[in-house]
C-alpha cells in the first residue's frame, strides 16, 4: 500500500502548476474532510480522455474537488471544467482513511482506481498495479478482496443514480465557494508543506518575502496568526493580524487596530526578557510583526508538549523563570504600564540558552486602566475578580494577583491552591496566597513588595 494525502500529493508533485488550495473539516454525523484546487492564470492544461474524446481537467479556471470521508474506504475527487461542468469523479480505492502525523487527511491506497463519467459509464484503472502488489507480497489477499468488494460497492450504486454522485459533489463545491465555515469546522492551508487551520481560506502568498514557512501557530484566541520563516540567513517569527482565524471571534479591523497599539507597547517595555520586535509592516491586506526567533517551549496549554517539558522542570529551574516573570512585570510597572491578559500562554523558555521570554503582551496597558467590559480577555486561571467586574480599577493590585496565580500555575494545583499540592515551602506558600485574596487590601500592595516577600521567605 501506499500514502495517499486527501490533495492527492498534487501539490507536492507539480510545484510549476499555478493554484490555490486548501482543506475543510465537516464534524456531523459523518467526519469528513473536502479539499479544493483551483487553478489560476497561466496554469498549463493537463488532459484526460472521455470515450475517446479529449478533455481539459486541469487548467486555467478548473476546479478539482475532494472528498474524503473517515468511515468509508475511498476518496473521491470531482473533475470541474473552467465553464463549471463536472467532468468525471475519480475513486481511490483504500484500505483506510486516516489522519497523519501533521494533521493531513490521508488514506491507504490499494491501487485501484475508478472513474465515473456523468453518463454513469465507468472505467477501471491500475488493476494491473494491484494484481503486481499481491503477487510482490505488498499487499494480502484480504487486501486484494477488500478492494475489489469496495469497487464493486461504489460502482453498483453509481449504476443505479448517478444524480446522487452529481448533487453530492455540487453540494460540496457550493458549500466551499459560497458558504462560510461550518460549525465545528474548519479549513485547512498548506504553506511550504507545512500545515494550518482558518475559518475560512485566506492567501498568504506575501509571506515568500520573509523566506519559506517551517512552523506555524494556529491556536491563538487573540486574533493573530504566525509563522516561523526562514531564509537563507536567519529565522525569523512574523505574527499577522487580519487573517480569519479558527479560535477568535475578533474581527479582522479589531485584530489590526490591536496589532498597531502593540508596537508602542514593546517599544516602552523593551526589556531584555521581553521578545524582540524587529519591525511592522502593513501587508496582504493585514498587518504583520516580525520578531527574533526562539527556539523556545511555550507553557500554554494550547501546546501541551512543550508545557509539560517546562512543567517537569526542576524547582530551581522554574524559580529562576518565575524570577524573571517578576522582574519583567516590576519593569512594566515601573513604566506605568499594568499587564492585560497575562497568562501561561505568554511565558517561553529557551532550554538551550537557559533565557526566559516573555511575549503576547499586546493587551497591555497605561495604569489605571478601568474595566469597561465585565468579563475581561484573559485565562480565568490568571484573572482576578476585579477583571470580572464593570468599572473596577484594573492596576499594580491587579498584577500581585496575576503574579500568585502564575506561581501556584508553576509550582502547585492551580485550580484548588491548596498546600497539600504545593512543591516548594510553606513561607513561599503564604506569599502566594496572600497574593491571590480576592479581597485587594490583603494582597501585597505592589509587584516589588511581593518580590520582597517572596525572596524573603526563598532565603528563609
Request: proline letters at 3%; a negative charge.
Amino acid at each position: 500500500m501506499r500514502k495517499k494525502d486527501i490533495l492527492g500529493n498534487f501539490v507536492r508533485k507539480n510545484p510549476d502548476m499555478l493554484y490555490s488550495h486548501s482543506i475543510k473539516k465537516h464534524c456531523g454525523e459523518v467526519e469528513a474532510y473536502t479539499a479544493l484546487i483551483t487553478f489560476l492564470p497561466g496554469s498549463r492544461d493537463v488532459y484526460g480522455e472521455r470515450n475517446g474524446t479529449k478533455i481539459t481537467i486541469a487548467g486555467a479556471g478548473c476546479k478539482w474537488l475532494m472528498y474524503l470521508p473517515m468511515n468509508e474506504y475511498w476518496c473521491m475527487t470531482a473533475f470541474y471544467s473552467s465553464k463549471g461542468e463536472c467532468l468525471q469523479w475519480y475513486f481511490d480505492i483504500s484500505k483506510v482513511n486516516f489522519i497523519d502525523e501533521v494533521g493531513m487527511p490521508c488514506t491507504d491506497d490499494l491501487f485501484l482506481d475508478l472513474i465515473v463519467f456523468p453518463d454513469s459509464s465507468t472505467k477501471t484503472l491500475d488493476a494491473d498495479e494491484l494484481q503486481n502488489a499481491l503477487d510482490n507480497g505488498e499487499i494480502t489477499i484480504d487486501d486484494f478482496n477488500h478492494a475489489y468488494r469496495t469497487y464493486d460497492k461504489i460502482k453498483c450504486s453509481v449504476l443505479s443514480d448517478c444524480n446522487n454522485l452529481k448533487e453530492l459533489s455540487d453540494k460540496l463545491l457550493l458549500d466551499y465557494t459560497q458558504s462560510s465555515i461550518p460549525e465545528h469546522g474548519y479549513y485547512m492551508q498548506w504553506q511550504d508543506g507545512v500545515l494550518y487551520k482558518l475559518k475560512e481560506p485566506f492567501d498568504f502568498s506575501f509571506l515568500s518575502k520573509y523566506g519559506k514557512v517551517f512552523k506555524v501557530f494556529d491556536d491563538q484566541d487573540s486574533g493573530n496568526i504566525c509563522f516561523g520563516m526562514t531564509n537563507a540567513k536567519e529565522k525569523h517569527f512574523v505574527k499577522f493580524a487580519g487573517a480569519p482565524t479558527v479560535r477568535s471571534n475578533t474581527s479582522k479591523d479589531l485584530a489590526v487596530e490591536r496589532m498597531k497599539s502593540t508596537i508602542k507597547i514593546y517599544n516602552d517595555l523593551s526589556h531584555p526578557l521581553l521578545s524582540n520586535l524587529l519591525y511592522s509592516e502593513e501587508i496582504g491586506g493585514g498587518l504583520a510583526c516580525v520578531f527574533e526567533w526562539l527556539d523556545a517551549d511555550c507553557m500554554g496549554k494550547q501546546y501541551p508538549n512543550s508545557r509539560k517539558r517546562i512543567l517537569e522542570m526542576d524547582n530551581e529551574r522554574k524559580l529562576r523563570i518565575f524570577d524573571d516573570i517578576l522582574t519583567f512585570h516590576a519593569h512594566a510597572a515601573k513604566q506605568g504600564y499594568v499587564a492585560i491578559d497575562f497568562y501561561d500562554g505568554c511565558i517561553m523558555y529557551d532550554s538551550a540558552g537557559s533565557r526566559t521570554i516573555i511575549c503576547d503582551i499586546e493587551l497591555y496597558a497605561k495604569a489605571p486602566y478601568i474595566n469597561n467590559m465585565g468579563r475581561m480577555y484573559g485565562s480565568t486561571r490568571f484573572m482576578s475578580p476585579e477583571e470580572f467586574q464593570l468599572g473596577a480599577v484594573i492596576d499594580e493590585v491587579t498584577n500581585v494577583y496575576t503574579m500568585g496565580a502564575t506561581a501556584f500555575a508553576l509550582f502547585s494545583n492551580e485550580v484548588e491552591r491548596d498546600f497539600d499540592e504545593w512543591k516548594l515551602s510553606r513561607k513561599l506558600f503564604e506569599v502566594a496566597k496572600k497574593a491571590v485574596s480576592d479581597e485587594r487590601k490583603n494582597r501585597q500592595q505592589s509587584i516589588v513588595r511581593f518580590i520582597k516577600e517572596w525572596r524573603e521567605a526563598l532565603d528563609g
